[in-house]
């Protein structure tokens, strides 16, 4: 009986390191992922020209891992951001039902195996369910994404996985968790996240002082 519960679990460990693995090898090169991510950084910060580099980019790089994840998200991200770049109405909302269904197949393919940074030391699971987030916050309140982004935003605050992430990543989620509370009239929760930040003594902490300050005012 102990030989069969042992030979079952040495199964299921040798299993798991195996999933885990095959998920590493998925990752993007760190200088090609890193040239995308920045490019998308500049897109997100409100550079309209870093929007179709961004998409491009994350685009060719999902050609080649096309069951990565987390390059998914970026992919369907960039593109949703797309929809700022042209005045058609149509086109904008082509590219922003392209982006979302995207980022819904990254969501759809995570495991437990992707609790397992996959790009940049960040788990998996949490950078496609705080891309996601942001897109669905982001789009038209119309287009019915906002409770789901409102879910997984929580959700990626609330993991146990967060500790142990990167400083900037825990700040960006901090910060956008802070930015929602305010917008949802949940000062307390704003709070909390601002002052997060500001004992993480990281590079976003003056702007988070910034925020709590004008909410105490």
Sequence with gaps: MVSRIFYRWSGRAVATLLLIAAQAALAVPDTQFDAAFELFTQARAGDSSA???AADSFTSLLRAEPINPVVMAYAGAATAMRARTTWFPWKKMGFAED???LLDKSLAMLT??????????????LEVRFVAANTFLAVPGFMNRGPRGAKLLQAVVDSPLLAASP????????????KEAIKDKRPEDARKYLNEVIQANGPQQQ??????????S
């Design 51 to 53: 929007i179709e580099p």
């Design 99 to 101: 982006g979302m269904a």
């Design 112 to 125: 437990s195996a992707h609790s397992a940074p996959l790009q940049h030391n960040v788990p998996a699971a």
């Design 167 to 178: 400083l900037s990543f825990r700040e960006n989620v901090w910060m956008v968790a802070a």
């Design 207 to 216: 702007a988070a002082r910034a925020q709590l300050q004008a909410l105490s």
